[in-house]
């Protein structure tokens, strides 16, 4: 037999031949199974960056310090624990009332502040956190670039996002609206494999951090009951963490997943000690906050007393009484708002006239904004010689006048334009904006012997559903009773 002799190894041009395909293959930190990516750790992080920068420009961050750095304590307990433990966390909660989680690559991880609410111990934020971090370990979405199928994950609302007891659609609408087409992907999920490996690297990382596993199937029960009950009020079924048709403690494949790293008992998460657990979300936000509305357009004040808001130029102070504001740009200019009773049915105009005393207005002009009844214009101040933008606007019974004041050395011209802005912006505050320290508030008491989720809810400041929102927030949905002296969060 003749014998063929080749110049090169045989393996050796083999690999040749497959460096093009094997360059977009690497190995999966956290399963160790091949996984195809096109992109370096180096990169990950990068996008993880772009990405959270763009989340930052369309979302707002829950501002109580202790909380916060209390979800960092449990977020980087559970990263230290994982399969890229060397990777920088960084873990945010966002002021929002609604019931999601979700991760960017490189690290970056989400949780808002409606989900925190329905959290009831330690275990269970560490749960959520984990299965975040899973994500990431994993790559899923770093996956999901590489097959293609960034974009369209965003297409169904999926993961760690609940049916929102309220029926108001922002979870659909939080999809739609970030910035972030990473991010997107995250709030609708991964599919129900990648959920599912999640899950179980996440019951992983909670025996590793000395939580017990079962709490994976306790938040992911709040999120079914939240689906079920959203499906049951307005008849339509939001989806959530990879489609489970069954409940999660009947589905086999995820009791399967996460038995695998932990015997699961059936009186569900072990009992800890949840004092700190407590003490840090006594007094969260429950629903809207007062916050979360009023940061959504630039430098917006509200007078709640006398019912008006506006947007003031970006940095300036405010100094108020009952029924004055006065705005404060340094040098740039002020700004003083002032409220009077409608003595009798004259014109704008006219009031800035017999009103204000101020007979030579320059630039002269009717306002007509959100239905209410103006007019401004410009004229000398005879205190100190220098004109001035001057408005009187009319809302319900009061006429508020306005009186525009340009620094030292500011551009006369551009400052006018900032005070003419300000006072266009000024309205009534609408029905549903929140007004300071009305917002509902979580308030942790013992159960007394013959406690009574329907009893309390008679008399509780829940507007819609009481009864059942009360349930769903302490994981008595749809039935059951706390026994005695059990720690339950009413609402105040």
């Not at 309205?427 to 300071?436: C, D, H, K, N, P």
């Not at 008595?476 to 706390?482: K, L, Q």
């Amino acid at each position: 037999m003749t014998k063929i002799h080749h110049s090169f190894p045989v393996a050796l041009i083999v690999s040749v031949l497959l460096l093009p395909f094997l360059a977009g293959c690497a190995v999966n930190p956290a399963t160790g199974g091949a996984n195809l990516v096109l992109m370096t750790e180096n990169r990950e992080k990068e996008i993880g960056l772009e990405e959270h920068e763009k989340v930052m420009s369309s979302m707002s961050l829950f501002d109580d310090e202790e909380l916060v750095a209390y979800v960092k304590e449990i977020g980087n307990k559970m990263a230290r624990v994982s399969h890229r433990p060397d990777l920088e966390y960084h873990f945010h909660v966002i002021d929002s009332p609604e019931i999601n989680a979700f991760a960017l690559p490189g690290g970056y991880v989400y949780v808002n502040r409606g989900l925190l609410t329905y959290m009831n111990s330690e275990a269970d934020l560490a749960a959520v956190l984990a299965h975040e971090i899973a994500h990431i370990t994993a790559r899923h979405a770093v996956q999901q670039q590489a097959r293609g199928a960034l974009a369209r994950g965003a297409a169904v609302a999926g993961g760690l996002v609940a049916g929102i007891a309220t029926g108001s659609g922002y979870a659909a609408s939080q999809i739609s609206e970030v910035a972030s087409i990473w991010a997107q992907t995250g709030l609708s999920g991964f599919g129900r494999e990648q959920e599912l490996e999640a899950d179980s690297l996440a019951a992983e990382y909670l025996v590793n951090a000395g939580y017990d596993p079962a709490a994976m199937i306790e938040v992911i029960t709040v999120l079914k009951n939240q689906e079920d009950f959203n499906r049951r009020v307005t008849g339509g079924g939001g989806s959530y963490h990879g489609l489970f048709a069954t409940h999660p403690r009947n589905d086999r494949r995820l009791q399967e997943a996460i038995s695998e790293v932990g015997q699961l008992e059936e009186t569900g998460v072990a009992k800890t000690d949840n004092d700190t657990f407590r003490e840090e979300l006594d007094g969260l936000i429950v629903g809207q906050s007062n916050a979360s509305q009023r940061t959504d357009q630039r430098n917006r004040y509200y007078q709640d007393l006398l019912g008006y808001t506006l947007v003031l130029p970006d940095g300036w102070n405010v100094a108020e009484t009952t029924t004055t504001v006065t705005a404060s740009g340094g040098n740039v200019g002020s700004l003083k708002i002032e409220a009077q009773r409608l003595q009798e049915n004259i014109e704008p105009r006219v009031f800035i006239r017999d009103n204000m005393g101020i007979e030579n207005l320059q630039e002269s002009e009717v306002l007509s904004q959100f239905r209410l009844l103006g007019h401004t214009g410009v004229a000398v101040n005879p205190d100190t010689e220098k004109m001035e933008r001057v408005a009187t606007i009319y809302l319900g019974p009061r006429a508020f006048t306005f009186r525009g004041e340009i620094g030292e050395g500011a551009e006369s011209e551009a400052t006018d334009e900032m005070l003419l802005a300000a006072i266009r912006s000024f309205r009534s505050i609408q029905q549903g904006e929140v007004v300071a320290g009305s917002e509902l508030k979580i308030k942790y008491v013992q159960a007394s012997e013959f406690f009574d989720f329907s009893v309390v809810a008679q008399s509780s400041k829940i507007p819609n559903f009481p009864e059942e929102t009360l349930r769903l927030l302490n994981g008595y949905y749809p039935t059951g009773s706390p026994e005695e002296g059990t720690w339950i969060k009413l609402v105040d």
